[in-house]
């Protein structure tokens, strides 16, 4: 029994050749897909480059994610910008946009008696501003309008 040559390419031999990556011949794969600008990396960031096995891995850094802090109603857990320190935010309550509005609405309405004084006195009708209890600097402010 004599030993058959393997067919001439790997696969199906009627088909022909399968596409192989990267393709023979050297050519690196496709050059700043998917980066911005024309940066080796992106985003300002450099290019790694890894080699296994003859192929090569192009490995790029992502951004970091920038957390945008919601302030509402009640306190939040955040850090102080101005002193660093990881705090509970202390919250306060002020006469805003809303409450006038409110106000003049209940004026019109007919509740003129004293009556369209009440939102001044409603902490949902006002405003809430957050600040941090160790220095007590204002670190955001929610507007009810």
């Known amino acids: 029994m004599t030993d058959a040559a393997p067919p001439p390419y790997p696969g199906n031999p009627t088909k022909g050749p399968e596409p192989q990556y990267p393709p023979p011949g050297g050519q690196p794969p496709m050059q700043g897909y998917g980066q911005p600008y024309g940066q080796p990396g992106g985003y300002g960031q450099p290019a790694q480059t890894q080699q296994y096995h003859g192929q090569t891995t192009v490995v790029v850094a992502q951004p970091a994610m920038a957390v945008v802090q919601q302030f509402r109603e009640t306190p939040v857990h955040t850090k102080c910008p101005h002193c660093?320190?990881?705090?509970?935010?202390?919250?306060?309550?002020?006469?805003?946009?809303f409450a006038?509005?409110?106000?003049?609405?209940?004026?019109?309405?007919?509740?003129?008696?004293?009556?369209?004084?009440?939102?001044?006195?409603?902490?949902?009708?006002?405003?809430?501003?957050?600040?941090?209890?160790?220095?007590?600097?204002?670190?955001?402010?929610?507007?009810?309008?």
């Open 100 to 145: 006038w509005i409110i106000c003049l609405v209940l004026c019109f309405v007919g509740c003129d008696l004293g009556c369209c004084l009440i939102p001044f006195c409603v902490d949902g009708c006002k405003d809430v501003t957050h600040s941090c209890p160790n220095c007590n600097q204002v670190i955001g402010k929610y507007n009810r309008m």
């Open 84 to 97: 660093q320190a990881e705090i509970v935010t202390a919250t306060s309550y002020e006469t805003g946009t």
